[in-house]
């Protein structure tokens, strides 16, 4: 059974800096994709990052040269967050999806892409 906790939110102010973590379990590491999304208040849930099996990392546009995604071989998911913006505010959710045989990402990640999910965890950002 896969299971995914999430850790590391809080609040900062605007050009912080957070990390988030997730603890993945009952993941095989060479076939799933995991990835970070987020949600905020009255929107749809959105992709941050995504990391494939092999390495390969895919950013929105809005978090690309500020947020690093980052997977080792302890299935621990990591996101690392600079140049924190308040339009970066929501709840962030840690996501895995079962990709055989090599764990490859969507190339346009989307939430019903994800069958695995995290309880998310708050960044808020303060200007």
């Known amino acids: 059974q896969v299971q995914l906790v999430e850790s590391g939110g809080g609040s900062v102010q605007a050009g912080g800096s957070l990390r988030l973590s997730c603890a993945a379990s009952?993941?095989?590491?060479?076939?799933?994709?995991l990835g970070w999304f987020r949600q905020a208040p009255g929107q749809e849930r959105e992709w941050v990052a995504v990391?494939?099996?092999?390495?390969?990392r895919t950013y929105a546009d809005s978090v690309k040269g500020r947020f690093t995604i980052s997977r080792d071989y302890a299935k621990n998911v990591g996101l690392q967050m600079a140049n924190l913006k308040p339009e970066d505010t929501a709840m962030y959710y840690c996501a895995a999806d079962y990709r055989p045989p090599w764990g490859l990402c969507p190339g346009y990640p989307a939430a019903p892409d994800f069958a695995y999910w995290g309880q998310g965890t708050q960044v808020t950002v303060s200007s």
């Open positions: 009952g993941v095989t590491y060479n076939t799933y994709c």
């Open positions: 990391v494939a099996a092999d390495g390969g």
